[in-house]
């Protein structure tokens, strides 16, 4: 746990109301519905982390910019650790042998080499955007700033999720996971809509989480009880992908079977307007005997 007091104010969002937290964690979760201010509370803390001594990078989440790529190839060609380790792990990944290899211009540029087909093509004229998006990602993650501030280095990744497979969020997330097994100086913000990347392992793990609503302050667990880290401790295990759409939606209905999914689905357009009934998630808890962690979540987390 990192001690950081932040006050984060946004009067066009939230009034008078102020946003404090001082117990973060190495990976921290800014979840929330669209247009609740995520990205603007993510840039507020990151100038604060700054002011706490925290060298930051903000990876914003249009990744196109020429700039941000320039860097990124500086980043490959003079840092030969982090070009091997990417070219290692992607090649494992697809099963193919993939390498950087530098232009007639001085640029680096990603070869694939098809062992099956015995032939080798560029990345970026036939492979999908994700495998793109994954290496601009890990070479953010596996780099280190030149000269990391005097409490440790913080990065912010603005939709991650975009143009990836969820396999792909999925071995993001063990990536990060691994980066700060191996340090305590290293944090990570994902501002993110994808259940994929809500990785809580441990009761500790919802400390992380920051939740974002539509005209109120965001909210966030500063510390949890020995009655709830026990609760939370027995029901993590239980926690699946489908469970984990209720940290986007500001209004909630918890239902016990698949069977009461499906007949609340079909009513409520005729209770809500579509509007309202669009920001409305559905959630199949699996019994009644689970109903109780839902809403106690809920409660922690500020969440009708």
């Known amino acids: 746990m990192l001690e950081v007091e932040t006050r984060v104010k946004i009067p066009f969002l939230w009034g008078k109301a102020v946003f404090k937290k001082s117990n973060w964690s190495q990976i921290n979760l800014i979840v929330g519905p669209n247009g609740s201010g995520k990205t603007l509370l993510a840039h507020k803390l990151s100038a604060q982390f700054e002011e706490a001594g925290y060298s930051v ?11 941000e790529q320039l860097e990124q190839m500086d980043i490959l060609r003079n840092n030969e650790k982090v ?14 042998s993939i390498k950087f290899i530098e232009d007639y211009d001085g640029t680096l540029i990603p070869i694939v ?18 495998l793109r998006e994954i290496i601009s990602l890990l070479v953010s993650l596996y780099s280190k700033l030149g000269e990391a501030g005097a409490a440790g280095e913080c990065i912010f990744f603005d939709e991650p999720e975009l143009h990836l497979h969820p396999q792909f969020q999925t071995f993001f ?21 994808s259940p994929f990347f809500i990785d809580l392992r441990t009761p500790e793990d919802l400390t992380g989480v920051i939740a974002c609503h539509i005209n109120q302050v965001p909210t ?8 709830d880290d026990a609760l939370f401790r027995r029901f993590l295990p239980r926690f699946n992908t489908y469970h984990k759409q209720f940290f986007f939606s500001d209004n909630q209905i918890f239902v016990e079977g698949y069977t009461d999914q499906q007949i609340f689905t079909n009513l409520l357009p005729f209770i ?3 509007y309202k009934a669009a920001g409305t998630g559905i959630i199949d808890v699996g019994g009644k005997d689970e109903l109780g962690v839902f809403c106690k979540v809920c409660a922690l987390l500020g969440t009708n």
Not at 57 to 65: L, P, T
Not at 83 to 96: A, N, Q, W, Y
């Open 113 to 130: 080499e098809n062992k099956a087909w015995n032939v080798e093509y560029m990345l970026e004229q036939v492979e999908c955007h994700g």
């Open 220 to 227: 966030s667990i500063e510390e949890l009880s020995e009655e």
């Open 173 to 193: 997330i063990n990536e990060i996971r691994k980066e700060v097994q191996h340090t305590s100086r290293r944090v990570f913000f994902l501002i993110s809509h």
């Open 57 to 67: 990078r903000f990876i914003k989440s249009e990744r196109e910019d020429y700039k």
């Open 272 to 274: 809500e307007d579509d």
């Open 83 to 96: 070009r091997t380790k990417i070219e290692r792990v992607l090649s494992s990944m697809f099963g193919k």
